[in-house]
């Protein structure tokens, strides 16, 4: 399948900073990425689609101002943690969905706020 | 609400058959039934998915019974390394309402 990369793996960050992650699809355009949220022990929580170019859709209850999500290329997609806090320490997991319709994930990025 | 409905949790013997169900009662006529499933600590793995026919490829089965409100992923020779939560998820292919939402899945533990 298709390769999607995350970038930092694990970031450990203190309270009140913000936190960029990045995620790539190596081998193909994406014309949609996505993020996910997941708590210990739950399932993934959608928080946004992003299409190339355009503003992100956030799901209902996520903050947009604090979840800031930019998209400005086919294979380039960030999420940045603003003002971030220990209640923000979760996996962090993206996927991207090319013309071919499937969607692949990234391997995760693990956020502890201090 | 989900729309998809697992077991919590299941056993399999190492080389065996593992069959996972899933109902999908609500499941519209324009949505395919997906299946990942996510190893401990990584991201979730595409494994297969379907509209209304049985499809088969290297990792797995889709059975999708005829009225598609249930279907069931078959790893026909399951190893240790299947171990995993597996997700059914049922969206429709494209469009704005193209999205995987995932419920609280399959535990699936596969031992000697």
């Known amino acids: 399948g298709a390769v999607v990369s995350q970038h930092p793996s694990r970031v450990i960050c203190k309270s009140g900073t913000s936190v960029k992650i990045e995620c790539r699809s190596l081998?193909?355009?994406?014309?949609?990425m996505f993020w996910y949220r997941q708590f210990p022990k739950q399932s993934l929580m959608l928080m946004a689609t992003?299409?190339?170019?355009?503003?992100?859709?956030?799901e209902q209850g996520v903050e947009k101002d604090k979840f800031l999500i930019n998209h400005a290329s086919l294979t380039l997609s960030t999420l940045t943690v603003t003002s971030a806090h220990p209640e923000d320490s979760s996996f962090y997991i993206c996927?991207?969905?090319?013309?071919?319709?499937?969607?692949?994930f990234g391997p995760g990025t693990r956020l502890t706020v201090l | 609400d989900a729309k998809t409905t697992q077991p919590p949790s299941m056993d399999c013997a190492e080389g065996r058959a593992a069959n996972l169900p899933c109902n999908h009662s609500?499941?519209?006529?324009?949505?395919?039934v997906y299946w990942y499933r996510q190893i401990h600590s990584q991201g979730p793995q595409y494994i297969i998915h379907?509209?209304?026919n049985n499809e088969t490829n290297e990792m797995a089965s889709l059975i999708i019974t005829e009225d598609r409100k249930s279907s069931t992923l078959i790893l026909p020779h399951a190893t240790l390394r299947d171990t995993a939560v597996y997700y059914c998820?049922?969206?429709?292919?494209?469009?704005?309402?193209?999205?995987?939402?995932f419920g609280t899945g399959t535990r699936l533990q596969v031992t000697l």
């Open positions: 996927s991207a969905r090319g013309t071919g319709n499937e969607q692949f």
């Open positions: 081998d193909f355009q994406a014309t949609t």
């Open positions: 992003s299409n190339e170019g355009s503003k992100a859709t956030y």
């Open positions: 609500t499941i519209s006529g324009n949505e395919y």
């Open positions: 379907g509209l209304k």
């Open positions: 998820i049922v969206s429709p292919l494209t469009g704005t309402a193209s999205k995987l939402t």
